[in-house]
């Protein structure tokens, strides 16, 4: 496939057919992204119980009183704790969709303009489309778009010879995320290739935004370094949580169920794009291919299971270097090359259509509802005071302002060691929690725990959410039979 010749990125003169297509693309992001912009997975969750607890001034802690940083995002916590106390502690999860669909539009309008500076318009337009997939659309909300955008700027402010703007836009990158630092070092390399010397400017100034950070988050959260890469790596570690599948059967399994065919359409146009600007030499175009690789090399590297917010950097270079490709076939101006250009648009978004049409205003992820319906029974109820323990605390916890007992660990200091040493059971007991929400898919961990004759001998079911036709396992609640309530969280 012929490129165009480049020309200037700045002339402002684009025909009238590509702001048709921007106008297109506009109205699938809003039937796509719209409905969901509060949703997320439940990861995105626990982030937003740190926000709120810091909004009314608890500290940046998942339950009250208790100094334990468990969000694998306290950046976006802290920036989401200070919108909301200029808005509304409800609106949180609703503010951070917005954030990242926003940042999602900045990263490939940048990606846009060093894969096509004559054309860039028209490939953001392209992109813009393309990026309505199933996959993004499941993890919105997520800090990984802001991280993307954010490492996309630093690179930026490199090209154009500002390595002390371009650290402080990398530490705060890490900020956000501090697994960002992978992605980040990027710029301070770029950097060093283009001057031929080490980038003195830009590590100070990284230095200083990520330790300024830093005590920032002693201050309110007690600790600089999230508890989550520990928990992580004890799940592909742990015998009691080495339970799933391997990073990269996992990852197939999520691309075939989130991507399908659509999804190999847009990997061979994205494939081929990323191609054409290797055999150009483009090198300004392939240093924004960097962090994207570092992150598929980084996660599998550190032992960690796959989840698939760790690479949305990934998945917007694909959308680039695919909307590289669509750009070419339209700018050959042949009426057969803007047929097949439209073709294979429409066969990377339309699954995704017709994903987001079934599922209407849902969350995406089916464990949402039954976990949010069974902390509302319960606070409905008010038959006992105390705390809920379970497993996935994310979705539970933003619906509920209970103290919440989080078995996996991350919002709980002390459960990680005793559900890996198999010791659930002692520690479910020893903090006495008033109920139990049981998700069958951590049976698992919980299994040890409900067969232990301690725990049915102090609790009782007391009802469950019934399956569905997107979740089809029970949630079951248990509750402490006594009247008093014991010491919690």
Known sequence: MEDQPRGNPDDGHHPWWVWLILAMSVTGVIFNYGP????????????????????????????????HLGTTAPGLAVLLGLLATVSSTALIPLVSGALALAALSGALALLARRMRPDSWLLAFAVALGLSCNRWLVEVLGHEGFIVA??????????????????GVVWGLAVFIRPDSAVMGAVAGIETWRRNRRFP????????????????L????????????????????????????????????????????????TLLGLGLWGWGRAAVRHDIRALAYLSP?????????????????????????????????????????????????ALALVAASVAPTAVWSTRLGFRPPDPRAEPMVE???????????????????????????????????GLGSPGALDAVTSSGVADFFLERDPAFLVANPTFSYILDPLITDPRFRSRY????????????PKAVSVWQRVDDTSGPTP
Not at 47 to 57: H, I, K, P, S, V
Not at 460 to 471: A, G, I, K, L, N
Request: aromatic share 10%; hydrophobic share 50%.
């Open 460 to 471: 009782e079911p007391v009802f469950s959410v019934p399956p569905t036709d997107r979740y």
């Open 292 to 340: 994207a690789l570092a992150m598929v090399v980084f996660y599998p590297l550190v032992g960690v299971p796959f989840a698939p917010w760790y690479l949305v950097i990934p998945l917007l270079a694909i959308v680039a270097g695919a909307a590289s490709t669509v750009t070419g076939l339209i700018e050959r101006g042949s009426v057969v090359s803007t047929i097949a």
């Open 374 to 408: 069974a902390a509302s029974r319960i606070d409905d109820s008010a038959l006992l005071e105390g705390s809920i323990a379970t497993v996935e605390v994310g979705f539970l916890g933003f619906a509920t302002r209970r103290p919440v007992l989080d078995l996996m």
């Open 36 to 67: 969901h912009l509060a949703h997320s997975t439940d990861d995105g969750f626990i982030t937003y119980r740190y926000a709120r607890n810091l909004a009314e001034g608890h500290g940046l802690v998942f339950n009250p009183s208790e100094r």
């Open 217 to 264: 988050l002693i201050w309110i959260a007690g600790s600089a370094i999230p508890f989550s890469l520990q928990v992580k790596q004890a799940e592909a570690a742990a015998p009691v949580l080495a339970v799933g599948a391997p990073y990269w059967q996992t990852f197939g399994a999520w691309c075939q169920r989130t991507l399908g065919l659509g999804g190999l």
């Open 149 to 166: 955008l954010l490492v996309l700027v630093a690179l930026e402010c490199v090209d154009v010879h500002r390595p002390t703007t371009s």
């Open 200 to 215: 003195l400017a830009l590590l100070v100034s990284v230095i200083v935004t990520t330790a300024v950070a830093a005590l």
